[in-house]
């Protein structure tokens, strides 16, 4: 069974300019996430997805940060314009529905250096 | 509201011997508590995860986590540790009551030396 795919694996940019980020749930997971998560901490979430409908975005910073799942498969965040602050890692996770006992699986992540 | 500590920052450990990495965990109703581990450059890797029942649970790789509800811990253990094993480790929590958020301990790096 093939994992949850991400891309790009790394992206270094300047501070003020825009990046998109994408995730490829596993195949038949309804409930998709994306996780920041800074070095040295562990990953907090900033949005959730039940198939293309918003579960809870709390933690976005949305003057800043947009996502979106279209046809309740595929994900892409956005950050426009970026700050020195959002150097992370990006981490997006599927899982079968958004159960407490469904377990969350990660795919590689994205790595962000904004200069 | 939920909260996750692992108390350790760095867990050393020498090959051949018994590994614990703590976690106790804070929540209002019944928690569902899960263990995962990062390889550099790598996301998150599940090992286990308690719903219910048994209060030992086993996982992946030889790892197994205990379940104490009157100590509000989740200890990963194994019983006798790899270099291999030399990682971040994070443990997680979800109330199973008022939140589907999953938290996230800030996470304890393990270092097992040949």
């Known amino acids: 069974e093939a994992g949850v795919a991400q891309s790009p694996r790394y992206k270094i940019i300047e501070k003020r300019q825009s990046v998109a980020f994408w995730c490829n749930p596993i195949?038949?997971?309804?409930?998709l996430y994306w996780y920041q998560q800074i070095l040295g901490q562990g990953p907090k979430l900033l949005i959730q997805?039940?198939?293309?409908?918003?579960?809870?975005d709390s933690q976005l910073p949305k003057d800043r940060f947009s996502a979106e799942r279209l046809k309740g498969v595929d994900s892409t965040l956005k950050i426009q314009p970026a700050k020195l602050e959002d150097s992370a890692v990006y981490l997006c996770?599927?899982?079968?529905?958004?159960?407490?006992?469904?377990?969350?699986?990660f795919g590689p992540g994205t790595r962000l250096t904004v200069l | 509201a939920q909260s996750v500590a692992q108390p350790e920052d760095q867990v050393n450990v020498a090959e051949g011997n018994p590994l614990t990495v703590k976690c106790t965990y804070s929540?209002?109703?019944?928690?569902?508590l899960f263990w995962y581990v990062q390889y550099p450059n790598r996301g998150l890797q599940f090992l286990l995860k308690?719903?219910?029942?048994?209060?030992l649970v086993k996982g992946s790789y030889g790892f197994e986590a205990e379940f104490n509800k009157s100590q509000t811990s989740f200890h990963l253990k194994k019983p006798s540790a790899l270099v291999s094993d030399s990682a971040l480790y994070f443990c997680?929590?979800?109330?199973?009551?008022?939140?589907?958020?999953?938290?996230f301990g800030s996470g304890t790096r393990l270092l097992v030396r040949p």
């Open positions: 996770a599927s899982s079968l529905d958004q159960a407490g006992a469904d377990t969350q699986y």
């Open positions: 195949s038949g997971h309804a409930t």
């Open positions: 997805f039940q198939n293309n409908g918003v579960v809870d």
């Open positions: 929540v209002s109703g019944n928690p569902y």
């Open positions: 308690y719903i219910t029942g048994d209060n």
């Open positions: 997680a929590v979800r109330d199973g009551v008022s939140s589907y958020k999953l938290i």
